[in-house]
């Protein structure tokens, strides 16, 4: 199998891919979901809460960290977690773009 080509692609396309790639596991969702419901750094409490081994949920944090969706900070002997605010508005605002290209006109094209 080839490399994938990404030079061929614009800024905007390609990030939009790896963060689409990053949201590409139900787990991370999950993760994503408990960050914003506590509204709040999460420190160890999501293993509790989404049912995967500690190792998991940290291979997990590190992908979405990798993409900035969400930041960390150390406190004490633990690492907490929250989402990245300034950058989940940026793919807000990304996301609302490419779904909202397609004019609604209630009829299909095929």
Known sequence: MGVTRTEIFT???NELAQMMK??????RIA???QLLKSQSCICGDL???????QATISQHLRE??????????????SVCY?????VWKHY???FGSLFNSLPIVGKSCC
Request: glycine content about 10%; aromatic content about 0%; overall charge negative.
């Open 64 to 77: 979405l960290k990798a993409v900035g969706i969400i930041k960390g900070t150390i406190e004490g002997t």
């Open 47 to 53: 293993v509790d809460e989404i049912g995967l081994a």
């Open 31 to 33: 993760i994503i979901q």
């Open 92 to 94: 807000n605002k990304t």
């Open 11 to 13: 800024q905007e396309q």
């Open 22 to 27: 990053a949201l590409a596991h139900p787990a």
């Open 82 to 86: 929250c989402i990245d605010e300034e």
